[in-house]
């Protein structure tokens, strides 16, 4: 009979500062009517209880336990916004995960930002392929030579690792994360990215050769790469990922996607936990003494508020207490569902400690809105324009920056910049500070050639969908104001971007084309006019000045104190994003 090995592991990825629980929509069939469900999910509290009771049933089994965090646990709330890592360091280091991989926003504020909080953290940051070598050890903030940093080692071409005993062999743990941080993120010059497929692929063969056959992968490369790099390297047992904010499970029950959990490619279960730490992946995985799988059970779980919201999609007469009920039933019933019991210590370190500072804010309401508006990052056949909030934040952009300077023709946006949906009702400072558009980056308007503009929307278009390119992520889909153009994806490249329209100024419904040797003036973040992404044909602006006094923030809020009931607005049509055709 072959030996098997047993390993219980938790994992949690791209938390974003969500230390408490995240609102979470369902949509649930109820007999012949449909109700969406609002609740609360997640949060470190719940997810530190759960982690608890996994390491305690591991213990009694004697089966090795691992926690895992898939990267970027900075940005994204007010949490960061204020207290700039130091809540994430504390509150990571009471939750004890075995180890964590640097993501692209945990190095948005270059590497002095990371540094302070590998220095306070009591676990190892893994980034296997982030190359340290030629880093200035004389600037502050340096991150080379830090002890719990397992970062690419430069003599010997792989990765750094970290090795656990796991019953009578050795398991491994290799960080990998983009390769592309140059493009998406904002680490110091001096720091490299290496190839993430060859490094890790030099690194399995190395540990292989050490006779070490249990080896995780902890990578934030996101799903589709996390695909490729199983295809192409043999010998990993196991992906744990992150970056992609993928939800694995079967939730079409509560009108959620259904994606395998622990799918597997080339004999490699891979695992992602969602998004903003409203789910915790919690796996039983028997591997052989090769260290390929055997059995994989688990999935993602969520963490209910015992309370929620119901609203109808339909008219439908009686629904009352008996549909509530129901709605519990059904979720009680779910596999994937679990409640709101809370790790107390964890609980009273974020009430007590960090609360308060950021609840002012929480109380400040900046609009009433009138529907959901949901953010996505690519269109899709329900949302064929994409974004239904993106659109308002590029219009926000251009009146603020218009208001500067009268100049302005055309605003233009990423998809990643905003965050997240905004949910029907009162919409705060906090939402829009810690969660709609954390990344506080300054407006730069330029003036550039339409020759340029044509160049810069293709390429963004093309790195969203990887259309013949190696993209960056979704994040690089552009969002628009006083511009609208027209994609076919089936197109050769550089032809994609057939028609490209500027909206007459003074009028909604006048456009006119945009000729390539004419100049336009824009405005975008500092992010996007820096060229990341795809953006690059941004960088032959004639000129690019920065507006130190307008972040996209603050623009976004104070086009919401001209205009604080959106219902007005929202009843406008907003010319924007593509009237695209094929994305190939």
Same mark, same amino acid.
């Given at each position: 009979?072959?030996?098997?090995?047993?390993?219980?592991?938790?994992?949690?990825?791209?938390?974003?500062?969500?230390?408490?629980?995240?609102?979470?929509?369902?949509?649930?069939?109820?007999?012949?009517?449909?109700?969406?469900?609002?609740?609360?999910?997640?949060?470190?509290?719940?997810?530190?209880?759960?982690?608890?009771?996994?390491?305690?049933?591991?213990?009694?089994?004697?089966?090795?336990?691992?926690?895992?965090?898939?990267?970027?646990?900075?940005?994204?709330?007010?949490?960061?916004?204020?207290?700039?890592?130091?809540?994430?360091?504390?509150?990571?280091?009471?939750?004890?995960?075995?180890?964590?991989?640097?993501?692209?926003?945990?190095?948005?504020?270059?590497?002095?930002?990371?540094?302070?909080?590998?220095?306070?953290?009591?676990?190892?940051?893994?980034?296997?392929?982030?190359?340290?070598?030629?880093?200035?050890?004389?600037?502050?903030?340096?991150?080379?030579?830090?002890?719990?940093?397992?970062?690419?080692?430069?003599?010997?071409?792989?990765?750094?690792?970290?090795?656990?005993?796991?019953?009578?062999?050795?398991?491994?743990?290799?960080?990998?994360?983009?390769?592309?941080?140059?493009?998406?993120?904002?680490?110091?010059?001096?720091?490299?990215?290496?190839?993430?497929?060859?490094?890790?692929?030099?690194?399995?063969?190395?540990?292989?050769?050490?006779?070490?056959?249990?080896?995780?992968?902890?990578?934030?490369?996101?799903?589709?790469?996390?695909?490729?790099?199983?295809?192409?390297?043999?010998?990993?047992?196991?992906?744990?990922?992150?970056?992609?904010?993928?939800?694995?499970?079967?939730?079409?029950?509560?009108?959620?996607?259904? *994606?395998?959990?622990?799918?597997?490619?080339?004999?490699?279960?891979?695992?992602?936990?969602?998004?903003?730490?409203?789910?915790?992946?919690?796996?039983?995985?028997?591997?052989?003494?090769?260290?390929?799988?055997?059995?994989?059970?688990?999935?993602?779980?969520?963490?209910?508020?015992?309370?929620?919201?119901?609203?109808?999609?339909?008219?439908?007469?009686?629904?009352?207490?008996?549909?509530?009920?129901?709605?519990?039933?059904?979720?009680?019933?779910?596999?994937?569902?679990?409640?709101?019991?809370?790790?107390?210590?964890?609980?009273?370190?974020?009430?007590?400690?960090?609360?308060?500072?950021?609840?002012?804010?929480?109380?400040?309401?900046?609009?009433?809105?009138?529907?959901?508006?949901?953010?996505?990052?690519?269109?899709?056949?329900?949302?064929?324009?994409?974004?239904?909030?993106?659109?308002?934040?590029?219009?926000?952009?251009?009146?603020?920056?218009?208001?500067?300077?009268?100049?302005?023709?055309?605003?233009?946006?990423?998809?990643?910049?905003?965050?997240?949906?905004?949910?029907?009702?009162?919409?705060?400072?906090?939402?829009?500070?810690?969660?709609?558009?954390?990344?506080? *980056?300054?407006?730069?308007?330029?003036?550039?050639?339409?020759?340029?503009?044509?160049?810069?929307?293709?390429?963004?278009?093309?790195?969203?969908?990887?259309?013949?390119?190696?993209?960056?992520?979704?994040?690089?889909?552009?969002?628009?104001?006083?511009?609208?153009?027209?994609?076919?994806?089936?197109?050769?490249?550089?032809?994609?971007?057939?028609?490209?329209?500027?909206?007459?100024?003074?009028?909604?419904?006048?456009?006119?084309?945009?000729?390539?040797?004419?100049?336009?003036?824009?405005?975008?973040?500092?992010?996007?006019?820096?060229?990341?992404?795809?953006?690059?044909?941004?960088?032959?602006?004639?000129?690019?000045?920065?507006?130190?006094?307008?972040?996209?923030?603050?623009?976004?809020?104070?086009?919401?104190?001209?205009?604080?009931?959106?219902?007005?607005?929202?009843?406008?049509?907003?010319?924007?994003?593509?009237?695209?055709?094929?994305?190939?």
């Amino acid at each position: 009979m072959t030996q098997s090995y047993t390993l219980s592991l938790a994992h949690i990825n791209d938390t974003h500062s969500n230390f408490e629980p995240c609102r979470v929509q369902f949509s649930l069939n109820l007999g012949q009517h449909k109700l969406d469900v609002t609740s609360h999910s997640g949060g470190y509290a719940r997810i530190g209880h759960h982690i608890t009771k996994a390491r305690q049933a591991a213990a009694q089994t004697n089966t090795p336990f691992v926690f895992l965090h898939g990267g970027d646990s900075f940005q994204g709330t007010l949490y960061f916004s204020h207290f700039k890592g130091k809540a994430n360091a504390h509150l990571l280091n009471l939750l004890a995960p075995d180890a964590m991989v640097i993501g692209n926003h945990d190095i948005d504020e270059g590497n002095a930002r990371l540094a302070e909080f590998a220095k306070q953290i009591d676990f190892p940051l893994l980034a296997g392929n982030m190359d340290l070598s030629q880093e200035d050890l004389n600037k502050p903030g340096c991150l080379r030579g830090l002890p719990n940093i397992l970062d690419y080692d430069h003599q010997q071409k792989r990765a750094k690792y970290l090795l656990k005993p796991f019953h009578d062999k050795t398991l491994a743990i290799v960080g990998i994360t983009l390769d592309q941080m140059k493009e998406i993120a904002r680490p110091d010059p001096d720091t490299h990215f290496v190839d993430a497929i060859a490094t890790t692929a030099r690194t399995v063969e190395h540990l292989k050769n050490q006779g070490i056959k249990h080896i995780i992968v902890l990578s934030h490369l996101g799903l589709d790469q996390d695909k490729r790099l199983a295809a192409e390297v043999e010998g990993i047992s196991l992906i744990v990922g992150g970056h992609t904010h993928t939800l694995q499970g079967d939730f079409r029950a509560l009108g959620l996607s259904n *994606l395998p959990y622990g799918e597997v490619i080339n004999n490699t279960p891979i695992v992602h936990a969602g998004k903003y730490a409203e789910v915790v992946g919690l796996a039983e995985i028997t591997f052989d003494a090769e260290g390929k799988v055997q059995s994989l059970t688990g999935g993602n779980y969520f963490m209910l508020d015992q309370h929620f919201i119901l609203s109808a999609n339909t008219t439908v007469d009686n629904q009352d207490y008996q549909d509530y009920q129901a709605v519990r039933q059904q979720l009680s019933q779910h596999p994937n569902v679990l409640w709101d019991d809370a790790d107390t210590d964890i609980d009273g370190v974020i009430r007590d400690i960090y609360k308060p500072a950021i609840a002012e804010m929480e109380n400040k309401v900046l609009a009433l809105v009138p529907k959901n508006l949901v953010h996505t990052r690519l269109p899709s056949k329900a949302l064929p324009h994409g974004s239904e909030i993106a659109p308002w934040v590029s219009r926000s952009m251009f009146q603020e920056a218009k208001l500067v300077d009268p100049r302005v023709n055309f605003a233009l946006h990423n998809a990643g910049g905003v965050r997240q949906s905004v949910a029907q009702g009162q919409l705060t400072l906090a939402d829009v500070m810690g969660q709609l558009l954390p990344f506080e *980056l300054p407006l730069v308007k330029y003036e550039i050639q339409g020759q340029f503009l044509y160049q810069a929307l293709e390429s963004a278009i093309n790195a969203a969908t990887n259309n013949s390119v190696r993209g960056t992520g979704a994040g690089s889909f552009p969002y628009t104001y006083g511009l609208r153009y027209y994609y076919d994806g089936r197109r050769p490249l550089g032809e994609r971007l057939f028609r490209l329209e500027m909206m007459q100024q003074d009028s909604q419904s006048l456009w006119y084309p945009v000729e390539p040797e004419s100049l336009y003036v824009g405005v975008s973040t500092s992010y996007t006019a820096a060229g990341k992404e795809g953006y690059h044909p941004l960088l032959q602006a004639r000129w690019q000045e920065s507006m130190e006094s307008l972040t996209l923030p603050q623009a976004f809020i104070r086009f919401l104190n001209r205009s604080p009931n959106l219902s007005d607005l929202l009843s406008q049509h907003v010319h924007y994003t593509s009237h695209s055709q094929r994305m190939g």
